[in-house]
């Protein structure tokens, strides 16, 4: 019996060596983890394309500080005082697979990959097409594919290089920026690889990603870039990108306000839910969105007071406004974008028939578009001053 | 009397036994192959495929009525000849051992894709094989305990994909029934070879503890109906969720989905999700080389099972070795198991015409 443990015992060892022999482990400091990386793209007189894709990596840095005096022997206390910085790693190459290569040669550390929180793909970049880029990002099974997908003005490595103050990186910064983005603007926070997987492939769908500049000193969301396919075709400033997510989104919470001149505005925070109806006649799309507004007056110095009469009177005017800016925007997305940001080619295609070779774009931007406007008070805080 | 009788299966057992012959790895790759041509009512297409184990569990229930206590083996060679009997046993055993393989490499790819990339192929099918070896030789009883737990651990699993409903969209479903029903019928054959397993209950329903009547009916119908249910729902989230294109390109949608739900201390559930649903791969390989080794110790007459293994693990190692990647598996697989199910549909049905003339004959 006693032989059969050693038996057992040496196996399980040998066995143990065997397979933990190929597996690469070692701790975090001696790996680049990367929290983000850019896409940057140059295009050679030649009609060569070279891809420089920078990685943001994590740098773990020790700061001895050393204890005030040293009268007591207790007191020669010497903190170390872990830092987290971070640092650019270039690679520049001709396919996207061989950055890597290139890359590693820039770096000292073994660099994992797949670790991404955020990614910016610079606007040249986005305007050439990201198929490639997520062809090898969805290949590779280790992906985070929560990660977020944004566009950036100019060159993306300017974005990731940018140093924000009280952040390790600049991507840490960004992706805490969009996350938090859904509170304000009707964003959807629908950012993410696994949602631009299913824009990219879905009927009647346009992809949309946020925006990023560096503006006054630091990174800003400022709108919203619109995709045809997985090309970038324009960039929507705040504003339009505002009522496009109000009306392109499952839900979403914005400020919308009532204004008669500086100092007498009416702002309602509300919360908005979409409902879409389709029919064809012919040859003839129409679609009616239904939006349902719902929220709370945070400032009232329009009125006097919000009385019963006030009140409804406010959201008929609400109501009004609402649907000019729809209708405004409705008519710049049909005569000027001429792409269905809306996503209302899923809701045709969802009730007429898939792969009927249909182009959506054009039939949505040809068809009848309505919308309805419900809104509806629900808080008005602790009183007018 | 006692002994031999606590080695016998409990209805609960049996039940999982059957449901573990059939879920295992395919689950994973079981929407992929859908959609390829139903796309959008892939789930339909599922449910229709359920027809093929219907088929095989009414027919399960006519053969323990009129001989409970002799299994398929037997049988085929009193109503068909010796000869011709054996050769049809042999093609029996062919269809679990090509199983048998057919879930080794599956599991291995896997591992090697998401979890374990460092791993040569050889690494991953050594440690199956004799797993498989291990507990196929510990007995049927065995077997059905730890398929119990594992059906336990399935429906646990899927219902954990309810989370990811809230990311996807009920247009990705519609229109309901557009694509037409040739798609589906199509689409229905795919999702009929995932059901592929359910004939094993003609070799394992003598070895049931209680053979009253109904015994059979009841758990071959409750395992159909629990393998169909996971299956559609598991092929429903996939489609609601990513749409039936980026399904159709992924080669393990489900492991795609469970990306998308959220742990706090992982990065996603997925790697909860591999981790446990592993247990269920490695059980059905268990449970095929069980079947296989059955049939073959069988037909050669061979008591004692050990000296099979020595010739087993060898032969199923060479042959795992032969297929190099997932789409080269999914290749030949389309092409084997077709004629498989076929003749499986048609052996069983011919025997059930004997038997049911042999019937009439005596009456």
New interface residues.
């Given amino acids: 019996m006693k032989i059969k443990k050693i038996v057992i015992i040496f196996l399980v060892a040998l066995i143990g060596y065997?397979?933990a022999d190929?597996?690469?482990v070692s701790p975090v400091e001696e790996l680049n983890v990367s929290s983000g990386y850019g896409v940057d793209i140059n295009k050679e007189l030649s009609g060569n394309v070279q891809y420089s894709i920078p990685f943001t990596v994590y740098e773990f840095k020790k700061k001895v500080r050393l204890g005030t005096g040293g009268t007591t022997k207790k007191a020669a206390s010497s903190k170390a005082v872990g830092e987290q910085s971070s640092n650019i790693i270039e690679a520049k190459a001709n396919s996207i697979g061989q950055t890597r290569e290139d890359r590693q040669l820039n770096s000292s550390k073994s660099i994992i990959i797949g670790t991404q929180k955020i990614s910016v793909i610079s606007e040249e970049a986005a305007s050439y097409g990201i198929l490639n880029l997520i062809n090898i990002i969805?290949s590779n099974?280790k992906t985070?594919?929560?990660g977020i997908f944004t566009i950036g003005k100019g060159k993306a490595e300017d974005i990731l290089n940018f140093k924000v103050e009280g952040y390790a990186s600049s991507a840490d910064y960004i992706d805490g920026m969009i996350r938090n983005a859904i509170d304000y603007n009707f964003i959807s926070g629908e950012y993410t690889l696994?949602d631009v997987?299913?824009a990219l492939?879905?009927?009647g769908k346009n992809l949309v990603l946020p925006y990023l500049e560096i503006k006054d000193k630091s990174i800003t969301f400022t709108g919203m870039a619109l995709f045809k396919g997985d090309k970038m075709i324009y960039v929507l400033p705040m504003e339009e990108s505002k009522v496009m997510n109000m009306l392109r989104g499952k839900k979403g919470k914005g400020v919308l306000t009532l204004q008669e001149g500086p100092e007498k505005y009416i702002n309602y925070d509300a919360m908005v839910k979409k409902k879409v109806k389709c029919n064809r006649r012919e040859e003839k799309y129409e679609f009616t969105i239904e939006l349902d507004f719902q929220g709370d007056i945070k400032d009232n110095t329009l009125y006097k007071d919000i009385k019963k009469e006030n009140e409804s009177e406010f959201e008929k005017l609400m109501e009004k406004k609402i649907e000019k800016m729809c209708n405004d925007f409705l008519y710049k997305m049909k005569n000027v974008y001429k792409i269905d940001c809306l996503n209302l080619g899923?809701?045709a295609?969802?009730?007429?028939?898939?792969?009927t070779g249909v182009d959506w774009n054009e039939k949505v931007c040809n068809s009848d578009i309505k919308v309805i406007v419900k809104v509806k008070i629900d808080k008005m805080g602790r009183g007018q001053y | 009397m006692d002994k031999a009788k606590k080695n016998l299966l409990e209805e609960n057992e049996a039940t999982a036994l059957l449901v573990g012959f059939i879920i295992g790895t395919g689950i994973l790759s079981l929407p992929n192959g859908v959609v390829q041509y139903a796309k959008q009512d892939g789930w339909i297409a599922v449910i229709i495929g359920g027809l093929h184990p219907l088929y095989i569990a009414l027919l399960a229930i006519y053969y323990a009525k009129k001989h409970p206590n002799q299994n398929i083996l037997v049988l085929s060679n009193i109503y068909l000849g010796r000869i011709l009997g054996t050769i049809c046993n042999i093609l029996f055993m062919v269809e679990f051992g090509i199983f048998t393989i057919e879930g080794i490499i599956s599991v291995s790819n896997i591992f090697r894709v998401y979890a374990t990339p460092f791993l040569t192929p050889i690494k991953i099918f050594i440690p199956t094989i004799l797993l498989a070896i291990y507990l196929s030789d510990k007995g049927i009883k065995v077997l059905g305990k730890i398929n119990k737990i594992c059906l336990y651990l399935t429906v646990i699993l899927t219902l954990v994909l309810l989370v990811s409903l809230k990311n996807g969209s009920y247009l990705n479903l519609f229109p309901i029934f557009g694509t037409g029903v040739k798609n589906i019928f199509n689409g229905s054959i795919e999702s009929a070879l995932a059901y592929g397993g359910m004939e094993s209950i003609f070799l394992f329903y003598p070895f049931l503890k209680e053979k009253g009547k109904g015994k059979v009916k009841k758990i071959t119908l409750k395992a159909l109906f629990i393998t169909m249910g996971i299956y559609t729902w598991v092929t429903f989230v996939c489609i609601y969720s990513l749409g039936y294109k980026v399904t159709s390109i992924t080669l393990w949608p489900v492991l795609l989905v469970t990306e998308s739900i959220n742990l706090q201390a992982l990065n996603s559930f997925r790697i909860v999700f591999l981790f446990l649903w592993s247990i269920v791969m490695f059980k059905i390989i268990a449970n095929e080389h069980y079947a296989f080794t059955y049939i073959l110790s069988d037909i050669l007459k061979i008591k004692d099972k050990n000296k099979l293994y020595w010739f087993i693990f060898p032969i199923t190692l060479y042959l795992c070795m032969g297929i190099k990647n997932e789409v080269q598996r999914r290749a030949i697989l389309g092409y084997m198991v077709p004629k498989i199910t076929l003749f499986i549909i048609a052996y069983i049905s011919i025997i059930a015409i004997l038997i049911f003339i042999k019937d009439k004959a005596r009456k």
């Fill in positions: 065997v397979y190929k597996l690469k969805f099974a985070n594919d929560r696994l997987y299913v492939d879905s009927e899923m809701y295609a969802a009730k007429y028939g898939r792969e």
